[in-house]
């Protein structure tokens, strides 16, 4: 993923097929269906991101690449911190599990109109390094926004009810951590295809995980 506009288009695609399997099961799963659709997201990102390598290589109009760094944008800095932790809130079973998201759909909604902001007032770029598209967004207090993205994104799913899904929080906070270590620059473009990758566990979970409460859920009942 993330290496050349070959490889966002043929993961696009199969992370596609791996999210209509998802939708596929999701009726078994009362609460289910915004996670379930999360891959097929996360694959159509990955698609737009084919368009921004097209047109940073000079193979479609400028116009066009300028509107899929708009889509991509949008969806990594506005979209997925409210749609993740949301997502999460929907399908816990207590309404102590699912008030315990609130803060993170809250701290979500911050992150996403700041960046949303940012992106309107200060602009961005983005040009071609070695096996990734590096994202520029001019804004001050970096570093504390991303922290807040992080939180909002891993928080929920490390704090909710079903151990698949803390599992699949932890995986993602690690990945999270390796990524930033290997690139800065790139975080946005590798992180975001990371997580459309990972996301084949959200279909695993659907088709395989048994119907039933998590542990914690039991204990909090």
């Known amino acids: ?24 099961h999701v009726h ?7 996670i379930a659709a999360l891959p097929l997201l996360l ?15 000079g193979h479609v109009p400028r116009s066009v690449e300028h509107v899929a760094v708009w ?4 969806v990594a800095f506005v979209v997925l911190p409210v749609f993740v932790p949301a997502a999460v809130l929907a399908f816990e079973p207590t309404r102590r599990r699912r008030w315990s998201m609130v803060p993170f759909v809250a701290l979500g909604l911050a992150v996403a109109g700041i960046l949303a902001h940012a992106m309107v007032r200060d ?22 926004v991303i922290v807040c993205y992080v939180v909002a994104v891993c928080g929920a799913l490390l704090l909710s009810g079903d151990r698949h899904v803390v599992v699949f929080g932890l995986v993602n906070l690690v990945a999270i951590v390796v990524i930033a270590r290997l690139t800065v620059d790139g975080f946005a473009s590798v992180w975001c295809g990371w997580a459309a990758v990972s996301s084949g566990a959200i279909t695993a ?3 395989f995980a048994p119907h039933r409460r998590g542990s914690l859920d039991r204990l909090a009942a």
């Open 28 to 34: 078994k799963r009362h609460g289910h269906l915004a």
């Open 1 to 24: 993923m993330c290496f050349s506009p070959e490889a966002d288009l043929a993961g696009g695609a199969l992370i596609a097929a791996i999210g209509v399997d998802a939708l596929r």
């Open 205 to 207: 979970h659907l088709r």
């Open 123 to 144: 602009g961005f770029s983005a040009a071609i390094r070695p096996y990734h598209i590096a994202y520029s967004l001019h804004m001050g207090n970096a570093l504390a």
């Open 43 to 57: 694959a159509a990102h990955q698609l737009d991101e084919s368009l921004v390598w097209f047109g940073l290589e």
């Open 71 to 74: 889509i991509y944008l949008l």
